[in-house]
C-alpha cells in the first residue's frame, strides 16, 4: 500500500499556471503507475493524466492534452502535474493515485478510477476568471 500527500493546490487565474506534487510512501513507488483524477462540484471523479512505473509513458485525457503535463521523479518518490494555460472548467479537488499493477507487469496505462489501488486526499485547484 502507498501512501499519497498531494501539495500545490491554489487560486489562479485564467491563462496561468500550478503545478501539482504527490509525494508517495510506502509501497513499490518505482514500479506503480501514477494518475492524476479530479472532481469538480456536483460532477464525478475524471481521469486527468497517468504515467507508467518508468516515467516512458504517459496518457491524457482530451481536455487537458497540450496544456497538462504528468512527470515524475523515483528517486524522490514524487510524481507531478504542470498545468498551463489554466481555465475555469479546470477548478476541481485534484487527486493523485497509484496503481500497482499496471505497466511494470505488461499492462497499459489506465483512466479507470476502479484499476488505482491507492489514493490521496486531494488538492483544491481554483481557476478565477
Known amino acids: 500500500q502507498v501512501q499519497l500527500v498531494e501539495s500545490g493546490g491554489g487560486l489562479v487565474q485564467v491563462g496561468g499556471s500550478l503545478r501539482l506534487s504527490c509525494a508517495a510512501s510506502?509501497?513499490?513507488?518505482?514500479?506503480?503507475?501514477m494518475g492524476w483524477f479530479r472532481q469538480a462540484p456536483g460532477k464525478e471523479r475524471e481521469f486527468v493524466a497517468g504515467i507508467s512505473w518508468s516515467g516512458r509513458g504517459t496518457y491524457y485525457a482530451d481536455s487537458v492534452k497540450g496544456r497538462f503535463t504528468i512527470s515524475r521523479d523515483n528517486a524522490k518518490s514524487t510524481v507531478y502535474l504542470q498545468m498551463n494555460s489554466l481555465k475555469p472548467e479546470d477548478t476541481a479537488v485534484y487527486y493523485c493515485?497509484?496503481?500497482?499493477?499496471?505497466?511494470?507487469?505488461?499492462?497499459?496505462?489506465?483512466?479507470?478510477?476502479?484499476?488505482?489501488?491507492?489514493w490521496g486526499q486531494g488538492t483544491q485547484v481554483t481557476v478565477s476568471s
Open positions: 510506502g509501497g513499490t513507488f518505482r514500479f506503480t503507475d
Open positions: 493515485a497509484a496503481r500497482s499493477d499496471g505497466t511494470a507487469v505488461g499492462g497499459r496505462i489506465s483512466d479507470r478510477l476502479y484499476e488505482y489501488n491507492d
